[in-house]
């Protein structure tokens, strides 16, 4: 398994951006962004494959948030502009060790270790 920590999560005000982090104990390939608001699901967000060749994002961020990654650092990324009130939530961090290179997940099934989360709040 691997240990990941997210970082970055604060209030901000609609239209605001922010950056979020997730460090990682080790390696890992696929990893991902979930996010979960108050009396819903958790839903994904947005992907990254190892290579960083291969990205996806929910519909609903598309456009507005960017997920990269710095493999030397083992950190993954998020950063999250043109921020909604929709957007506030519990983000986690997710990654799988098992090795793909281009292979970017985007359902939960796809990812073994989690993060314990960061909390986004956007004033309206």
């Known amino acids: 398994q691997v240990q990941l920590v997210e970082s970055g999560g604060r209030l901000v005000q609609a239209g605001g951006s922010l950056r979020l982090s997730c460090a990682a104990s080790r390696r890992t390939y696929t990893m991902g962004w979930f996010r979960q608001a108050p009396g819903k699901e958790r839903e994904f967000v947005a992907a990254?494959?190892?290579?960083?060749?291969?990205?996806y994002y929910a519909d609903s961020v598309k456009g507005r948030f960017t997920i990269s990654r710095d493999n030397a650092e083992n950190t993954l990324y998020l950063q999250m502009n043109s921020l909604k009130p929709e957007d506030t939530a519990v983000y986690y961090c997710?990654?799988?060790?098992?090795?793909?290179?281009?292979?970017?997940?985007?359902?939960?099934?796809?990812?073994?270790?989690w993060g314990q989360g960061t909390q986004v709040t956007v004033s309206s």
């Open positions: 997710a990654g799988n060790i098992r090795y793909s290179y281009n292979y970017a997940g985007r359902s939960e099934a796809d990812f073994g270790s």
């Open positions: 990254i494959s190892w290579s960083g060749g291969n990205t």
